[in-house]
């Protein structure tokens, strides 16, 4: 479940480059010192050297592990309960996703899971019983549909939590990417800069303006 954040900042910010348009007249003719004065100006930006120099990068980055680390305990804890159906499954998922369950919503956890228990353990004896009854053979064949299909849904279920942590992640990223932007725009539009590019595809500028976005970001 776990993704790099480093790798989801580059993926967000990176698309071809960033490219901030503030200002910029348009150029009809006139003289070369005409035309000079009115080109717009152009800078760059390190967005890795953002992203290391970024004091608060732990935080980001712990925010993230934590997300994976309870959705992965959520997981792991519905896991153990393969006996339950698919609305069982969902409402222990609910109950489970709750930052602050009740009495109540633990007392229905553990009925779910001690139910979930009860026929995983008939099923055990039922399969190690030597002389099964026509009765209990079918009980036992009733059982093992039962598991099989709640192993069919928690890997739904699964699918689901990997889902919701994508979700929470990048928006955790998508807050730092719109932060980055801003500080980018005001420190471009305080040095009159038209265009900003990401320095991994500008081949060359004579404003990298990094470390004042660093700063900026930093305060």
């Known amino acids: 479940m776990m993704t790099s954040s ?15 348009t503030l200002a910029g007249g348009s150029v009809l003719g006139g003289s070369r ?3 000079a004065a009115d080109a717009p100006a152009f800078g760059s930006v390190d967005l890795q050297k953002i992203q290391a120099g970024y004091t608060k990068r732990a935080d980001l980055e712990r925010s993230i592990q934590d997300i994976n680390v309870r959705l992965s305990n959520q997981l792991k804890t519905q896991s153990g309960s393969d ?9 222990l998922q609910a109950l489970l996703s709750k930052t602050a369950p009740t009495d109540a919503d633990k007392a229905r956890i553990t009925a779910l899971q001690e139910q979930s228990n009860k026929d995983a353990a008939e099923l055990t004896a039922l399969q190690q019983k030597a002389n099964a009854t026509a009765d209990e053979k079918a009980r036992m064949s009733a059982l093992t549909n039962q598991r099989k299909q709640g192993q069919q849904i928690l ?10 942590f994508k979700t929470e992640a990048d928006k955790i990223n998508g807050q730092f990417t719109d932060s980055v932007k801003q ?11 038209s265009v900003v590019f990401d320095s991994a595809v500008a081949v060359y500028t004579a404003n990298d303006i990094s470390d004042e976005v660093l700063k900026r970001l930093n305060k």
């Open 6 to 20: 480093t790798y989801r900042f580059r993926q967000m910010m990176t698309c071809a480059a960033v490219a901030l």
């Open 33 to 35: 010192a005409a035309y």
């Open 83 to 91: 006996m339950l159906n698919l609305q069982q499954q969902q409402e």
């Open 155 to 164: 890997q739904q279920i699964s699918e689901s939590y990997s889902e919701q």
């Open 183 to 193: 500080a980018i725009a005001a420190v471009a539009k305080d040095k009159n800069l």
